[in-house]
Every structure is written in structure tokens, then in C-alpha cells.
T-cell receptor, first 111, second 112 residues
């Protein structure tokens, strides 16, 4: 079955560490996205990529970095510069102007 | 980017009662999408509305797009416990890059 796989499901980070969240899709979608969700709140866009080897900052890109070396992969690195990284991170993909398909998310906690 | 206001933020209903959530924009929208997120889960695409005055139904769910394409609603008839979750509307940002901006969501609780 086609879909998006995010790993790990839970991640604990020590202060000052960089961590990388994985996102892989086998839907052959061109566009991929990273959103952050805080408890009881909506989704805020971190980064997006419309095509391989190209990506753009979203509304809250500071403290995050991404790469898009392959069509199916869009990893997100949460750097030590992100002062409040504890959140639920959601990866999504889309093709054309249709609905997004989301992965099951990664819950990141700073310890 | 495009902004949408979604109300109410929370809604508690007795099982069997109806539920409605609304999204409003100050500008004309090209289209609007609706998603459902179960507790602890991820958003799932429900539907996209494109035409002025459009009404679409999915079983007990009715989606409407306003005549002026500035507002939309999701109505659930006779809620069930399986309807519990947060419902989001989402619109595409203006300009060449087509990324979605999500409303703040309406969290629905259904009391048995």
C-alpha cells in the first residue's frame, strides 16, 4: 500500500543536540511538507519542497533544516537553535492541487 | 499567506446531537479543504470544495462552500462517538507556491 512513513514515532532529545526526523513516501508525489503541531493547536508549516533538490521556508523555519535529495525522502533536522522543539511533527505529501496525505507523525520531547 | 478563522474552538455534544464548525476568510478563496484528526492521530483528508455555493455530502457529513467563496462549514448530523476528533479547514496560500494553511481546528467531544 502507498503511504508516508515517519520515524521514529517517539524521540527524546537532550538540550543542545541536533536530531533528524525521517519521512519517506512511496506515493510518487512531487511535493512534500513538514508541519509542527503543539497541543490543542493547529498545524504550522516549517518547510516544503515542490520538487527534488529544491525547498522553501515555511512560517516557522528558524531552528530547522531539511534536504530533498530524493523524490521519496524529505528528512527534517531539528537543530539546537530551535529553543522550544517539544511538539508533534507531521510530514505530508501531495500531487497537484489535491488533498495532502499525512504520515503518522513523530512526537519529539526535550529532556 | 492566506488566513482562515475557524469557530468554535471546542464543542461538546451529546451523542445523537448535530454539530457544525465554520471557517471564515476575509478574502475570496480558490478552494477549501477539510481534514479530520482523531485523538493521538494524524490529519486525514475528507474533501475539497471548489465551486461557489457547492454542497457535498459524505454519509452524515455535509460540507458547504459559501456563495462568495469566503466561508465554509462542516455539519455532522446525529453525532456518534466515532466522530470524536479535531476538524480542520485548510486553504492554499496565494501566489505560485501551493502550500496549505490550516485553520486552528474545532475539537469535537461526543458524550455517550
Amino acid at each position: 500500500d502507498g503511504g508516508i512513513t515517519q520515524s521514529p514515532k517517539y524521540l527524546f532529545r537532550k538540550e543542545g543536540q541536533n536530531v533528524t526526523l525521517s519521512c519517506e513516501q512511496n506515493l510518487n508525489h512531487d511535493a512534500m511538507y513538514w508541519y509542527r503541531q503543539d497541543p490543542g493547536q493547529g498545524l504550522r508549516l516549517i518547510y516544503y519542497s515542490q520538487i527534488v533538490n529544491d525547498f522553501q521556508k515555511g512560517d516557522i523555519a528558524e531552528g530547522y533544516s531539511v534536504s530533498r535529495e530524493k523524490k521519496e525522502s524529505f528528512p527534517l533536522t531539528v537543530t539546537s537553535a530551535q529553543k522550544n522543539p517539544t511538539a508533534f511533527y507531521l510530514c505530508a505529501s501531495s500531487q497537484g492541487a489535491w488533498g495532502y496525505t499525512f504520515g503518522s507523525g513523530t512526537r519529539l520531547t526535550v529532556v | 499567506g492566506q488566513q482562515v478563522m475557524q469557530i468554535p474552538q471546542y464543542q461538546h455534544v451529546q451523542e445523537g446531537e448535530d454539530f457544525t464548525t465554520y471557517c471564515n476568510s476575509s478574502t475570496t478563496l480558490s478552494n477549501i479543504q477539510w481534514y479530520k484528526q482523531r485523538p493521538g492521530g494524524h490529519p486525514v483528508f475528507l474533501i475539497q470544495l471548489v465551486k461557489s455555493g457547492e454542497v457535498k455530502k459524505q454519509k452524515r457529513l455535509t460540507f458547504q462552500f459559501g456563495e462568495a467563496k469566503k466561508n465554509s462549514s462542516l455539519h455532522i448530523t446525529a453525532t456518534q462517538t466515532t466522530d470524536v476528533g479535531t476538524y480542520f479547514c485548510a486553504v492554499f496560500s496565494s501566489g505560485s507556491a501551493r502550500q496549505l494553511t490550516f485553520g486552528s481546528g474545532t475539537q469535537l467531544t461526543v458524550l455517550p
